[in-house]
């Protein structure tokens, strides 16, 4: 089992971010500055072509760390991030390119990068919280919650199918074909955003990934708007939802 | 024009409760016990054979002063509460429990009912909103919101599509038959709740009445469940809502 070595360290707006390595997978863990240092993680999984402190992730770290007191890691997906891209990448972004330029639809390409990407990644995901784990401010007993939409969530439904340690999960913006049989076994709480007009994924599509889910507690959160609309308030009531599920070290502030 | 005459008055956990009458019609105005005297309004609509004051609506309100700073007016609608029950409640009642017992469907039964209610309410409402906005620490010029699942959407689509004072509103339970067309003409945002696995309402049914908004800002609440497990935290997300949308008054507590 790789350990986990921290690299660089910086403190912003109450939020501590370290980057780490576990073997060969870069990832960041962002924490509260202060406060008591035992907290639940979050594992926050970033979209398709996305780097683990895309604006977007940062920006959810700071509202999970700042709003709810947690623990947040990421990591680069294989073919994403600091790590190198692969012939598979490349040829997935030119055939979106293609699609794109012609008017096709991308979700067939999309689907199979995901799938793909998500296999990789599932072995890495799991050694990282192996690792995360053996920190102290983390910890072996700590309840653990995962947040990731669009590729985030092609990752994140077999990860939490596979993983018992994750006890509440908020996904979105997906296709139900490779995951709807991974989301019948997950019966942890689950929070799921899907934009009512996303001009990629049909409504029909989304709904029924949400369906699928097993879980006992399940909350759809639909918006109007396309797929790139999906309001920040979202995030905020992913805060609330785990500070719910997780338990809280804090008030949230959102 | 009917004025507003208050009957009884009373406060306990921070809200003032304030009986009144405008006509024949009776309400109730909860109000925050201290804080700011201008505050915005939100209508709180009861489900079908409810009391303006039963303890759904008693919680409702409470969230709502104590969390948004917002006064909250509830009227007891025809047939309903401390008004005389009219024939065609007794009938409707009667036929609801004769298809209760034959184990058949009540949505035609309750549908009609709340479609009668809704018409004659429609004109006692918008005469209450005249009555509350000569009150001082509601005005004329302050925002309005509407919030109703049920019978109470059956009463408050209508209305918010008719009432250009009332400007976000919160809907969900119910069929679109006769709401559609009404929903059709409601730009304002809309928060609306449906319950996935509702023993009444197709899941189909409650989808087609969110999707007919033609609100640009509107979100759907769909949580696991039979339609009496409307989660409390919903309330709370209302409470959010309106405090997003018709300014607040004080940081939202919930």
Redesign the interface.
């Known amino acids: 089992m790789s350990s986990l070595q921290f690299t660089t360290e910086s403190s912003s707006d109450g939020v501590r971010e370290r980057d780490f390595t576990v073997g060969d997978v870069p990832g960041v863990l962002w924490s509260p500055a202060s406060g008591p240092a035992l907290a639940p993680l979050v594992l926050l999984g970033h979209g398709g072509g996305r780097h683990k402190k895309h604006g977007e992730m940062a920006g959810r770290a700071q509202l999970l760390v700042n709003g709810g007191g947690f623990h947040v890691a990421a990591i680069d997906a294989p073919g994403h991030g600091d790590r190198p891209r692969t012939a598979f990448d490349e040829r997935a972004s030119a055939e979106l390119a293609a699609a794109r330029a012609a008017g096709e639809p991308v979700g067939p390409i999309v689907q199979r990068h995901n799938a793909h990407v998500a296999q990789l990644v599932l072995p890495e995901w799991r050694a990282v919280l192996d690792a995360l784990q053996q920190l102290p401010e983390i910890g072996t007993d700590g309840p653990v919650g995962y947040l990731g939409v669009r590729m985030g969530t092609a990752i994140g439904v077999p990860l939490v199918a596979a993983e018992p340690r994750i006890t509440a999960a908020v996904f979105g913006l997906h296709w139900p074909d490779d995951l709807a049989e991974h989301a019948k076994r997950i019966t942890v709480p689950v929070e799921f955003d899907l934009q009512?007009d996303d001009e990629h994924i049909p409504r029909e599509a989304g709904?029924a990934l949400?369906?699928a889910f097993a879980?006992?507690?399940?909350?759809?959160?639909?918006?109007?708007g396309r797929q790139g609309e999906l309001?920040r308030?979202e995030v905020e009531?992913a805060v609330?939802f785990f500070a719910?599920h997780l338990g809280r070290t804090a008030a949230p502030q959102v």
Request: aromatic share 16%.
């Open positions: 009512w709904l949400f369906d879980s006992k507690e399940k909350t759809l959160h639909a918006n109007a309001p308030f009531s609330r719910r």
